[in-house]
């Protein structure tokens, strides 16, 4: 996959349809991996913020997520090919999921946003069936049981929305605990898709 570096930071300059054929593939292998939506935001606190840019760069995926990364690209003469947001992804997963049986597991959010947006994808993709979803809170105290509940649901992709840089710093403190061939953060996208 070829990569674009904005700030420092490889991002692979994939479409929304490559992303989903990565993901396909990181399922086959049923290894961790994590997925990392780039956007202006994450650059700003990888500048500030050491461990969240060893996140970023450690990341198996970087997608280029949000305007301004993509016009970096262009500006540096090495423009994306397109901009892939992770809220588009939960969506589209969530289509794909009902075709190819991917199980989906909703992490974060407030309560009952999470479940909402399930219903809301629910009623485009009749199909869709959430392996499961909870809120919960990324804390130390929390983390052992928010382990054990997506290891329960056996899922092939786990979204998280706790905001970053948090969502991130947890999904790779947790990456082999967790064990799901995809995770990625999602920030605002329950509440987006439940709007
Ligand atoms: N959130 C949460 N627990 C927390 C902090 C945040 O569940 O301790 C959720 C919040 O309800 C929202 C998402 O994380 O659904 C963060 O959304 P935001 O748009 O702020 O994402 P960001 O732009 O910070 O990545």
Not at 105 to 131: D, H, M, N
Not at 132 to 142: D, I, K, L, M, V
Request: glycine share 8%; aromatic share 8%.
């Amino acid at each position: 996959v070829e990569k674009i570096a904005v700030l420092g930071v490889p991002i692979a300059n994939v479409t929304e349809d490559e992303t989903v054929a990565l993901m396909a593939q990181m399922i086959a292998t049923r290894q961790p991996h994590h997925v990392v939506t780039v956007n202006p935001e994450f650059l700003m606190e990888a500048r500030r913020n050491p461990a969240f840019r060893r996140v970023l760069l450690n990341a198996d995926l970087a997608i280029p997520d949000g305007i301004g990364v993509v016009l970096a690209g262009r500006l540096q003469g090495r423009p994306f090919r397109a901009r892939v947001a992770g809220s588009d992804l939960v969506e589209r997963l969530a289509a794909e999921s009902a075709r190819r049986g991917w199980r989906l597991y909703f992490l974060g959010a407030a309560p009952g946003v999470a479940e909402q947006a399930i219903a809301r994808l629910q009623a485009r993709y009749p199909t869709f069936r959430a392996a499961g979803a909870y809120a919960g809170s990324p804390t130390p105290e929390e983390t052992p049981d928010l382990i054990a509940r997506v290891r329960a649901a056996q899922p092939d992709v786990l979204f998280v929305a706790y905001g970053h840089p948090r969502q991130d710093l947890w999904i790779a403190a947790n990456k082999d605990a967790l064990g799901v061939p995809v995770m990625m953060g999602v920030g605002g996208a329950f509440d987006f898709l439940a709007g």
